[in-house]
């Protein structure tokens, strides 16, 4: 079946640093998700990729969706206490399924 | 904001009682999701429905039962809960149409269930 898997499981940065999380699929995807859930919440949705190559940006993040839809990454600069959480993947199929990666956990050390 | 609301918000139970964990949600999606998570790790899909009177067994085996007989209600039932139910459950909800075709699945705050 389908895999999602997303590293690092967990990187600690200094509050300012650049931050950068992977997601690569064993299937081409249609489309993916990126999702935030902070300490104690739940995920909350940040954007969807379609395209091949996309790159969105929101504010100090950075969305990328590959060439083949088979992986993407999210980039974060400048790091600050309020990125702290742990950002998910979700890659969808053309058969409509979606899988969460495991997650990355940042914690931000002012 | 999400419409999507679960029921308790917290739970402490004990060994062998039945539990039913209750997931509402006011935006007319179609797909509705269970998943298990425990703190700062993965999302454990255990249930889904893609409508009424359609419910399929996720990724990861649980002795939960869910029912789909609304569209606004996806309740979660543990038979006998068990210590190694301990757990968050979290209750999402997606349009399966939409003209902006985003799939973006909308959580509920999610019940923390501790059986002991």
């Known amino acids: 079946g389908q895999q999602v898997m997303q590293i690092p499981q967990y990187q600690h940065v200094q509050e300012g640093e650049d931050f950068t999380t992977y997601c690569n699929s064993s299937?081409?995807?249609?489309?993916i998700q990126w999702y935030k859930q902070r300490p104690g919440g739940h995920p909350v949705f940040l954007i969807q990729?379609?395209?091949?190559?996309e790159v969105k940006k929101q504010k100090r993040l950075t969305f990328q969706f590959g060439e083949a839809k088979k992986n993407s990454s999210l980039h974060i600069t400048a790091t600050q206490t309020t990125d702290v959480g742990t950002y998910f993947c979700?890659?969808?199929?053309?058969?409509?399924?979606?899988?969460f990666g495991d997650g990355t956990t940042l914690t931000v050390k002012p | 904001e999400a419409d999507i609301y679960q029921t308790p918000r917290y739970l402490v139970i004990g060994t062998g009682k039945k539990i039913t964990l209750e997931c509402s949600q006011t935006m007319g999606h179609d797909k509705m999701y269970w998943y298990q998570q425990d703190p700062g790790m993965e999302l454990h899909l255990i249930h889904y429905s893609y409508g009424v009177n359609s419910t399929e067994k996720g990724d990861l085996s649980s002795e939960s039962t869910v029912s789909r007989i609304r569209t606004e209600h996806f309740p979660l039932t543990l038979e006998s809960a068990r210590p190694s139910h301990t757990s968050q459950y979290l209750c999402a909800s997606q349009s399966s149409t939409g003209q902006s075709a985003t799939y973006e699945q909308y959580f509920g705050p999610g019940t923390r269930l501790t059986v002991t």
């Open positions: 990729l379609v395209k091949s190559g």
């Open positions: 979700a890659g969808r199929t053309n058969a409509g399924k979606s899988t």
């Open positions: 299937t081409t995807l249609s489309n």
